[in-house]
T-cell receptor, first 118, second 113 residues
Framework: AQSVAQPEDQVNVAEGNPLTVKCTYS??????LFWYVQYPNRGLQFLLK??????LVKGSYGFEAEFNKSQTSFHLKKPSALVSDSALYFC????????????????FGKGTKLSVKP | NAGVTQTPKFRVLKTGQSMTLLCAQD?????MYWYRQDPGMGLRLIHY???????AKGEVPDGYNVSRLKKQNFLLGLESAAPSQTSVYFC????????????FGPGTRLTVL
């Protein structure tokens, strides 16, 4: 079955330190990969996506993610965390159409709560 | 430019009651989606639409119906609400496919007693 895993329910980081939020996937072929962020009582906001090309993707608010095909991972990173980065982060994947992906088929992970302390 | 709006923001229903959630977008997007978010389960796709007059089932469609009579609106209906439908419901839209950035509404918190 196609799936997305975010192995950490919560990540705690001190402000100014680098942060990593992990995501791995189990999908046939080359998937399309996304990161979204959800602030309290809000809808999700797009951060970045990988479609094809350079494995390092840069997104909003200084975030970046690296697509690693051999490890089937798409970890989210930021060099220096801010308290305002505290939120719920979702990794999502859309399998290629030939491998069962449909136009509506975005599979979300369960989310990782990021807490950045001053 | 309001983006994606959802009505209502909160609702409490009794088991067996019906209701309709309204989603509206002013970005001229072709694709629209309804998700539910439950603790520890991420977002799960209920139904989606690839254009006016079309709808399709997502991962968890049972107990829900949808309609897309106008391009800017996507309605989610619960004909006979059940406690298992207690959740936060999010609508989203995207330009031409789910590969495009999805823009989310603020959510509707529904409680079924």
């Amino acid at each position: 079955a196609q799936s997305v895993a975010q192995p950490e329910d919560q990540v705690n980081v001190a402000e100014g330190n680098p942060l990593t939020v992990k995501c791995t996937y189990s999908v046939s072929g080359n998937p399309y990969l996304f990161w979204y962020v959800q602030y309290p009582n809000r809808g999700l906001q797009f951060l970045l996506k990988y479609i094809t090309g350079d494995n390092l993707v840069k997104g909003s608010y200084g975030f970046e993610a690296e697509f690693n095909k051999s490890q089937t991972s798409f970890h989210l990173k930021k060099p220096s965390a801010l308290v305002s980065d505290s939120a719920l982060y979702f990794c999502a994947v859309r399998p290629p159409t030939i491998y069962g992906g449909s136009q509506g088929n975005l599979i979300f992970g369960k989310g990782t709560k990021l807490s950045v302390k001053p | 430019n309001a983006g994606v709006t959802q009505t209502p923001k909160f609702r409490v229903l009794k088991t067996g009651q019906s209701m309709t959630l309204l989603c509206a977008q002013d970005m001229n997007h072709e694709y629209m989606y309804w998700y539910r978010q439950d603790p520890g389960m991420g977002l799960r796709l209920i139904h989606y639409s690839v254009g006016e007059g079309t709808t399709a089932k997502g991962e968890v469609p049972d107990g829900y119906n949808v309609s897309r009579l106008k391009k800017q609106n996507f309605l989610l209906g619960l004909e006979s609400a059940a406690p298992s439908q207690t959740s936060v419901y999010f609508c989203a839209s995207s330009w031409l496919s789910s590969v495009d950035t999805q823009y989310f509404g603020p959510g509707t918190r529904l409680t079924v007693l």
